[in-house]
């Protein structure tokens, strides 16, 4: 029997206490969230330490752009799936959230109802 594949996330956010509520959150789900980053630099060294399956990324960084940062981590190797999130609902275009490869945009606010573990399986 096939043992069944856990999905591994790192959370990205300048917000301390978002990551902690994030952290919960997706573990509540069944996703197992292997590390947090407060910046872009940051989330790219952990990404590349611990190989993370999916990321959660807040759009607005302290040093620099998510969606940047999204197309830059989903271009490695391992092709990790990124869900982008802000505080703003309108913070991204939807066109530019396609244009970067993310699998979609996710309102903060909309994170405790959303289907998290289906959205990071999606594509």
């Known amino acids: 029997m096939l043992e069944p594949v856990t999905l591994t996330v ?6 301390p206490a978002f990551r902690d509520v994030a952290r919960r959150i997706l573990s509540a789900v069944g996703l197992v969230v292997v590390g947090e980053a407060g910046t872009a630099r940051c989330a790219a060294v952990a990404a590349e330490q611990l190989k993370p399956d999916a990321l959660l990324i807040d759009v607005g960084l302290p040093d620099g752009d998510g969606v940047a940062l999204a197309v830059e981590l ?5 092709h ?5 999130t802000s505080t703003d ?3 991204v275009a939807s ?3 396609a244009a970067s490869g993310a ?16 959205l990071f399986t999606a594509g």
């Open 10 to 15: 790192l959370v990205v956010d300048d917000d």
């Open 74 to 78: 989903i271009g490695l190797p391992w």
């Open 89 to 91: 609902p309108e913070a």
């Open 103 to 118: 699998l979609g945009f996710l309102a903060k606010q909309d994170l405790p109802d959303a289907p998290l573990a289906r």
């Open 95 to 97: 066109v530019d959230v």
């Open 80 to 84: 990790p799936r990124v869900l982008l």
